[in-house]
C-alpha cells in the first residue's frame, strides 16, 4: 500500500500523518509531497524518515491512495493526473465538491454512495462536517425545512500564515501586510469574513455549508443561511445552529438519535455546565453536540450547539476515514 500525502508539510497534511498512524491505516511505503521549495526536505513517519517529493515524481510512483490538502489549484491541475494512474485520490480543497460527477463524503452519513469507480473524492469543508455528522439523522428521521447557521472558526482553518499572524499579534510583534492572512487582526478580535465575499454579500464560506449540506443530505429543499464569522481560537471550529424540521418532535428522541449516530458525543447538561467547547474538542476525532433546546419561538425547531476540531474531523480524520471505507469494502487498491 503506497500512499501519497499531498501537501504534507503544511497544517492539515501534518495532521493526516498523524491520522495514519493513529488509526494504524496500512501504509507499506508513504511518499510525502509538497510545492518545490520543500522537496528534498525530511519527514518522519512511524519511525521512518522519508523525502519529501515533488508533485511530478510522486505521480509517476503510481500510489494507492493520495491525500490531497494543498489547495483547489493544486488539485485541478494534478488530482486528475494521479487517478489517470489509477490512484485513489482524496481531496481537501474546495476544487472537486460541487462537481456532479464527484462524491462529497463524511462516511458516517453516506460512505455508501462510494464505488470503484470513484478516483476522486472530495472531502466538505469543515464546518459542514460537523454540522452535517450531527443534523443527518434528524433529517432521516422528521426531514429538514431550514437551517439558521452561525459559526465560529478557528484561525488555524485558514493555514499557517494565520497561524503565524496571530502568534504575531499576540506577541506584539510587527508583521509585513503582504504576508498577513487577514486585513484586520485576529488577535483579540472576531472577524465576520471567511474566504471571499460573493455578489450576494454572503463570503464563499457561508455558501459552501448551504450547497454541500445540500448535497451531502442529498435534498435540495432545505432552506438555509449562514453567517462564519473567524475567531482567535487556535483549533476547532463551534456553530450554533437553529434547525426548523418537518415534523413534531419529543427531545428524548432527539437526544437518543444523537446519541445513536456514530462520530457524535453529546456534552449536554447545563445544569453541571456541561457542553461543547474547542478547548475540549481540540485533538480529537469526534464531534461534539450540546445546549439542545427546543426553539420557543417557533413551531418543530430547536437550537444545537456543535464543535469539532477542524484540522481532525473537520478535515484530516474525515479523509482518513474514507481511506478506511474504501479499504474495508476492497474498493482500495492492494488494501
Known amino acids: 500500500m503506497k500512499v501519497a500525502v499531498v501537501g504534507a508539510t503544511g497544517l492539515v497534511g501534518g495532521v493526516m500523518l498523524e491520522v495514519l498512524e493513529e488509526l494504524n491505516f496500512k501504509v507499506d511505503e508513504l511518499v510525502p509531497v509538497a510545492s518545490q521549495r520543500s522537496v528534498g526536505k525530511k519527514i518522519n513517519f512511524r519511525n521512518k524518515e522519508y523525502t519529501v517529493s515533488s508533485m511530478e515524481q510522486a505521480i509517476e510512483q503510481n500510489c494507492d491512495l493520495a491525500l490531497f490538502s494543498a489547495g483547489g489549484g493544486t488539485s485541478i491541475q494534478y488530482a486528475p493526473k494521479f487517478a489517470e494512474r489509477g490512484t485513489v485520490v482524496i481531496d481537501n480543497s474546495s476544487a472537486w465538491r460541487m462537481d456532479p460527477s464527484k462524491k462529497l463524503i463524511v462516511p458516517e452519513v ?3 454512495e462510494l464505488g470503484t469507480s470513484d478516483k476522486i473524492i472530495a472531502n466538505p469543508n469543515c464546518s459542514t462536517i460537523q454540522m452535517v455528522l450531527a443534523l443527518a439523522p434528524l433529517h432521516k428521521k422528521y426531514g ?8 465560529y472558526q478557528s484561525f488555524t482553518g485558514t493555514g499557517v500564515s494565520a497561524v503565524n499572524q496571530y502568534e504575531s499579534e499576540k506577541n506584539g510583534e510587527p508583521m509585513p501586510e503582504d504576508q498577513r492572512a ?20 454572503y463570503t464563499k464560506e457561508e455558501m459552501k455549508l448551504v450547497h454541500e449540506t445540500r448535497k451531502i443530505l442529498g435534498d435540495d429543499s432545505i432552506r438555509i443561511t449562514a453567517t ?41 447538561d447545563p445544569a453541571q455546565n456541561i457542553y461543547p467547547m474547542p478547548l475540549l474538542a481540540k485533538n480529537k476525532n469526534d464531534v461534539f453536540v450540546g445546549r439542545i433546546r427546543k426553539d420557543e419561538s417557533l413551531e418543530n425547531a430547536l437550537n444545537l450547539w456543535i464543535v469539532s476540531d477542524n484540522l481532525r474531523k473537520g478535515a484530516a480524520t474525515n ?13 482500495l487498491p492492494n488494501a
Open 144 to 151: 429538514i425545512k431550514r437551517l439558521v447557521i452561525s459559526t
Open 319 to 331: 479523509a482518513v476515514q474514507i481511506a478506511q471505507y474504501l479499504k474495508q469494502k476492497g474498493i
Open 110 to 112: 453516506n460512505a455508501t
Open 182 to 201: 487577514y486585513h484586520y487582526p485576529i488577535f483579540e478580535n472576531c472577524i465576520p469574513h471567511c474566504d471571499v465575499f460573493l455578489e450576494n454579500d
Open 228 to 268: 462564519a464569522v473567524r475567531v482567535p481560537v487556535h483549533g476547532g471550529h463551534s456553530e450554533s445552529v437553529n434547525v426548523e424540521l418537518k415534523s413534531p418532535f419529543e427531545m428524548d428522541d432527539v437526544l437518543k438519535e444523537l446519541m445513536d449516530q456514530e462520530g457524535v458525543t453529546l456534552l449536554n
